[in-house]
């Protein structure tokens, strides 16, 4: 082997130490028997691996997926698994309006309680175009429908937001144009991405603040770089670099599903709210990401692109 050959392949094991040695894990023994948790995409990635977990723990667990037939999968292989039978399936589509009203609404007359909602699902997809309901895919998907439902299931305790580092790419957020359609550089796709991670930050802290009166409990977090399907729809170019640096550099979904973990049943994380996570601690977000301001800002206006009802407007 040359030297230059062996030289990489050192920087490469150090890496891969350092990404070993740095990985959050969940260390609490926690049961949640008693409890109710929504999981949001739990179909499959770090969803389905947060959804074995807290289903091991006791938990009533219910997958708010929008595939019926792969969401029965899930169900089975997370059954057989954790060996709780009180794991649920409810069709929930992020990409209808309707859907998310219709999800709500059974939960409200089905459920007893609620105690931990996480909004996990989400898609990087490569195509700009809007849903029924003229809104852009990704961010309704991302962002609008989880910021929807939550505010029609605000019984629960503890709310987890699912976001991304990717938030950081985005340095401007035009709110007046949430739909790009009238700045073009808003159109290139991983930035729309970057834009909906980035509403899961700040949407994450206008709640906590709303919500800090209740003791009901808001953070969000990165889940590292993680090897599922999020990149399904990316272009090849993309899926040829992913397919060598996914095997040597990613988490594995079920260490990626660790700091959801933590935030759902850690007591050290009891009371905190309001923070951005990653590895299962506190970490900082963008510049942009802690603008309290904008935060409301983008509230009202999800209000207005959601048609929040007024009976539905709890503050
Ligand atoms: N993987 C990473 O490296 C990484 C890094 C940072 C952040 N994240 C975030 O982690 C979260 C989970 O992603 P993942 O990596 O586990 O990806 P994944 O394997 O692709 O899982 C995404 C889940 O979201 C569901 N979903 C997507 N759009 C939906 C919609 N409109 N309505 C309902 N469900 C929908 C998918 O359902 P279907 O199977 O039916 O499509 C799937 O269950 C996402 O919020 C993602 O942004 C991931």
Redesign the pocket.
């Known amino acids: 082997m040359t030297q230059i050959g062996l030289l990489i392949l050192v920087v490469l094991g150090a890496i891969k130490a350092y990404l070993i040695l740095t990985t959050g894990v969940c260390t609490s023994t926690k049961k949640l028997t008693g409890k109710t948790v929504i999981i ?10 947060t959804a074995l977990d807290l289903a091991k723990r006791g938990a009533r667990v219910i997958l ?4 019926p037939k ?2 029965a999968i ?1 169900k089975e292989d997370i059954i057989r698994e954790s060996r709780n039978k009180n794991v649920f399936i409810r069709q ?5 309006l309707k ?1 998310v009203r219709k999800f709500a609404a059974d939960i409200l007359k089905s459920e007893l309680r609620l105690d931990i909602l996480i ?6 997809t490569i195509e700009k175009k809007l849903t029924e309901d003229g809104l852009e ?1 990704q961010m ?3 962002h609008f ?1 989880h910021f929807l439902l939550t505010n029609l299931l605000l019984g629960n305790v503890r709310i987890i937001n ?5 938030h950081r790419w985005i340095k401007k957020l035009n709110l007046d144009d949430l739909t790009f359609e009238r700045d073009p550089s808003d159109n290139k796709i991983l930035n729309i ?1 970057g834009i ?2 980035l509403c ?1 930050v700040l949407f994450s802290k206008e709640l906590a603040k709303k919500l800090e009166p209740f003791g009901v409990t808001v953070n969000c ?12 729809n990316a272009p090849t170019w993309f899926q040829i670099i992913a397919a060598v640096c996914i095997p040597l550099f ?2 594995s ?1 079920k260490e ?2 660790q700091t959801s973990i933590h935030l759902a049943v850690a007591d050290e994380v009891a009371n905190v709210t309001g923070e951005y996570f990653s590895d299962c601690k506190i970490a900082k977000t963008s510049k942009l990401a802690k603008d309290l301001e904008l935060a409301k800002q983008l509230w009202e206006v999800s209000e207005t692109f959601v048609k929040l009802k007024p009976e539905e407007r709890h503050f």
Do not use: M, W
């Open positions: 949001t995409g739990a179909n499959t990635g770090i969803g389905k691996e708010a997926c929008r595939d792969k969401a899930a929930l589509d992020l990409t209808s859907s909004n996990n699902a989400g898609c990087a895919v309704q998907s991302n429908g699912v976001s991304s580092t990717a991405y909906t991670k899961n977090l990165h889940p590292g770089a993680v090897k599922t399907e999020i990149f399904r990613f988490k979904a990626g599903a």
